[in-house]
T-cell receptor, first 111, second 113 residues
């Protein structure tokens, strides 16, 4: 009964490949997010969706495309992976103005 | 634009010492929300506390306490009688009325036995 689950936990792939990370929450929250945490632990918001609608779209390469089929899911698709995309990606969800509940993270390594 | 500053990059203390983690924020909103999260070595992000801008009351939860001062735009976090299990990266965060959350750079706390 994990609240926010993201898969896979680890993703090792070659430069130039396309990959997806899935995220699901069973908390009934209206808002979902994707964050990128780099090797220095800096946590940066990438996208935010509220009831399947894109609310925040930070300056990220358009190789990154979020998709929200329903308010319980927010997937992240990445095209043409680059070395600099190596990071831990966290999915989160919250109610409006509430604390964010995070998934366990997906460690993406680009070879 | 919102900004959260955690000036202390790393802090090292010996067990049982008290330690305060500083957080200073900037926002033009009158309504906003402040948070602290803990990221232990295992990597998950754990929510610790949420404060809204209209509630300046300090809070204590066991060995943890938070001091919110609007006059200095600070939301500091104190751990009393620190323990080795408190070793983690601690993040302060600010959310505006549009639910846009911004995190500070984090403070790595090491508690030595």
């Amino acid at each position: 009964d994990t609240a926010v689950s993201q898969t896979p936990k680890y993703l090792v792939t070659q430069m130039g490949n396309d990959k997806s990370i899935k995220c699901e929450q069973n908390l009934g929250h209206d808002t979902m997010y994707w964050y990128k945490q780099d090797s220095k632990k800096f946590l940066k918001i990438m996208f935010s969706y509220n009831n399947k609608e894109l609310i925040i779209n930070e300056t990220v390469p358009n190789r990154f495309s979020p998709k929200s089929p329903d308010k319980a899911h927010l997937n992240l698709h990445i095209n043409s992976l680059e070395l600099g995309d190596s990071a831990v990606y966290f999915c989160a969800s919250s109610q409006i103005h509430g604390p964010q509940h995070f998934g366990d993270g997906t460690r993406l390594s680009i070879l | 634009a919102q900004k959260v500053t955690q000036a202390q990059t790393e802090i090292s203390v010996v067990e049982k010492e008290d330690v305060t983690l500083d957080c200073v924020y900037e926002t033009r909103d009158t309504t906003y929300y402040l948070f602290w999260y803990k990221q232990p070595p295992s990597g998950e992000l754990v929510f610790l506390i949420r404060r809204n801008s209209f509630d300046e009351q300090n809070e204590i939860s066991g060995r943890y306490s938070w001091n919110f001062q609007k006059s200095t735009s600070s939301f500091n976090f104190t751990i009393t009688a620190s323990q080795v299990v408190d070793s983690a990266v601690y993040f302060c965060a600010l959310s505006d009325n549009n639910n846009d959350m911004r995190f500070g750079a984090g403070t790595r706390l090491t508690v030595k036995p």
